[in-house]
């Protein structure tokens, strides 16, 4: 059973368009996150979620949208896509005050044309 | 400022042999530090982690790691690497019942034959 699952796997659009990208996590988790890993492999935080309340926003462009419907998943929402925006998007989980241990999503990597 | 170094972007080493990765961090609280591993195209797999107590602990993949609060470090060792152990690197620091994980930039491994 997979911990955590991130659809799709790949996603290829062109400028402008409006993507989704959705991450369910069964661990019973009260916190989420979203990381974005750039070419040249550096991961940065850009969401967390806990118990479906945005935590931390980290200047992330207006134009990305997470939506937390209940605890165990956490989709993005990307409006206007940019070339920029071209990364491996990474959900992750943890319990914080317990583990405080993030388990990954296998990743969803967007090519914007 | 809250940061994590990893020096080297990438490492080569003969299989059998040695490794060590490097890691330093700078962290106003006391932290939680841990290593991730990511293979090619997968997302990031948990190696170890430091919470509290002995400062050399193990992990999975005959993986181990020792905190020296006095040099900010956690470098991370294994005594025997093996070809399968070629992948990208991480380190990471957190704080317990925080939010925010902070990676470092990564440290690529090459295991030739």
């Known amino acids: 059973d997979t911990a955590v699952s991130q659809t799709p796997k790949y996603l290829v659009t062109q400028m402008g368009n409006d993507k989704s990208i959705k991450c369910e996590q069964n661990l019973g988790h009260d916190t989420m996150y979203w990381y974005k890993q750039d070419s040249k492999k550096f991961l940065k935080i850009m969401f967390s979620y806990n118990n479906k309340e945005l935590i931390i926003n980290e200047t992330v462009p207006n134009r990305f949208s997470p939506k937390s419907p209940d605890k165990a998943h956490l989709n993005l929402h990307i409006n206007s896509l940019e070339l920029g925006d071209s990364a491996v998007y990474f959900c992750?989980?943890?319990?914080?005050?317990?583990?405080?241990?993030?388990?990954f999503g296998p990743g969803t990597r967007l090519t914007v044309l | 400022a809250q940061s994590v170094t990893q020096p080297d972007i990438h490492i080569t080493v003969s299989e059998g042999a040695s490794l060590e990765l490097r890691c330093n961090y700078s962290?106003?609280?006391?932290?939680?530090l841990f290593w991730y591993v990511q293979s090619p195209g997968q997302g990031l797999q948990l190696l170890l982690k430091?919470?509290?107590?002995?400062?050399l602990v193990q992990g999975i993949k005959g993986f181990e790691a020792e905190f020296k609060r006095s040099q900010s470090s956690f470098n991370l060792r294994k005594p025997s690497v093996h070809w399968s152990d070629a992948a990208e690197y991480f380190c990471?620091?957190?704080?317990?019942?925080?939010?925010?994980?902070?990676f470092g930039a990564g440290t690529r491994l090459f295991v030739k034959a």
């Open positions: 962290y106003g609280a006391t932290p939680y």
């Open positions: 992750a989980s943890s319990q914080v005050g317990v583990t405080d241990t993030q388990y």
């Open positions: 990471a620091v957190g704080a317990a019942g925080g939010f925010k994980t902070i």
């Open positions: 430091y919470f509290s107590g002995d400062t």
